[in-house]
């Protein structure tokens, strides 16, 4: 049975902006994409899809959420759990039969969430992923979700509610309620799936298949 997290505390959190850096870090990401997709293409494209462009979608929440490793799991099709947090940016890219998506990670330590909100613009989706059985920290994650797209009506975004398969972690609806989801409007899509990544690099779970044919196809819409 689900438990109901307890009344969201209040949080605040000022995210500097600093212009130089965040051009740097973009040149950074423009490099190492490529080079990620480079490295993770496995076929070529067929022959109908022609040349296409990128398609940048950004992975977003705090430190020890399972951002890399669902990341790795989405890429593999394979289970393999990451236990080491994310010190700056991870480019991957990933190929599917109809698009080819870029991913950019951010880590989601208190240093580095001054770089989230400068990336927005720049991206098709945002990805959301939250720590299910980190109770503590849900109106943490709650405040910078809500602060990241109050500037942005439209942009989809998937909340990924992770590790759903810890013991004491909060079930779907829980989590839509911790988050107050409810509260962000109806002008923009807005998805939330329970995943999980197991750790010994078995076959990825229905809930992961489910969150990577949506990003796809999210993807795909905004040809």
């Not at 394979?78 to 080491?84: A, H, L």
């Not at 989601?108 to 920290?137: C, F, N, Q, T």
């Amino acid at each position: 049975m689900c438990t109901r997290p307890p009344p969201a505390a209040r949080w605040g959190a000022a995210l500097a902006v600093a212009g130089g850096a965040a051009v740097a870090a973009w040149a950074w990401w423009a490099r190492a994409r490529d080079r990620a997709c480079q490295r993770s293409r496995t076929a070529p494209p067929a022959a109908d899809q022609g040349q296409g462009h990128g398609k940048q979608i950004l992975v977003l929440g705090l430190d020890g959420a399972g951002k890399t490793s669902v990341l790795q799991a989405l890429a593999t099709n394979r289970g393999k759990r990451s236990v080491t947090p994310t010190e700056g940016f991870n480019a991957i890219c990933i190929n599917t039969e109809e698009t080819q998506m870029e991913f950019l990670e951010i880590g989601g330590s208190e240093s580095l969430r001054s770089y989230w909100k400068m990336y927005l613009p720049r991206v098709l989706l945002l990805i959301y992923v939250v720590d299910s059985a980190d109770h503590a920290r849900l109106p943490v994650a709650k405040q910078l979700l809500h602060q990241l797209i109050q500037s942005n009506s439209t942009l989809p975004v998937v909340v990924l509610a992770n590790k759903q398969d810890l013991e004491g972690a909060y079930c779907i609806t829980d989590i839509h309620d911790a988050l107050a989801l409810s509260d962000i409007g109806d002008k923009r899509k807005m998805f939330l799936i329970g995943t999980h990544v197991a750790e010994d690099g078995s076959e990825i779970s229905s809930g992961m298949k489910d969150a990577k044919e949506l990003i796809a196809q999210l993807i795909l819409e905004t040809q």
